[in-house]
Nanobody, 124 residues
Framework: QVQLVESGGGLVQAGGSLRLSCTAS????????MGWFRQAPGKEREFAER????????YYADSVKGRFTITRDNAKNTVYLQMNSLKPEDTAVYYC?????????????????WGQGTQVTVSS
């Protein structure tokens, strides 16, 4: 079992930055690839980015590429999401998720554990 807790969300103006954190407890954090998903009001949950077990490989959705950066610190059991140049359309609840199979999936149903989410609101 893995417990994930996100933090760092909040309200920011367009063009601003936020850094989200997701801290894991339970089984060995480095055994999991990690992903960030987001869900805007009235929309489906969508993939944003993922990172491999070691942190050597990352992958981004086109909507966030060049603005968001995912990193991880396995010694701290934490994955981070640095969000720069934020836009109003980035407003959503952001969820981190753990994937034990580490197949590099962008599909939410292939992730095994989820955090409770943290709200990010970008004002125009």
């Amino acid at each position: 079992q893995v417990q994930l807790v996100e933090s760092g969300g909040g309200l920011v103006q367009a063009g601003g930055s936020l850094r989200l954190s997701c801290t894991a407890s339970g089984r060995t954090f480095s055994s999991y690839a990690m992903g960030w998903f987001r869900q805007a009001p009235g929309k489906e949950r969508e993939f944003a980015e993922r990172i491999s077990r070691s942190g050597s490989t990352t992958y981004y959705a086109d909507s966030v590429k060049g603005r968001f950066t995912i990193t991880r610190d396995n010694a701290k059991n934490t994955v981070y999401l640095q969000m720069n140049s934020l836009k109003p359309e980035d407003t959503a609840v952001y969820y981190c998720a753990a994937d034990y199979s580490a197949r590099g999936s962008t599909l939410s149903h292939e992730y095994d554990y989820w955090g409770q989410g943290t709200q990010v609101t970008v004002s125009s």
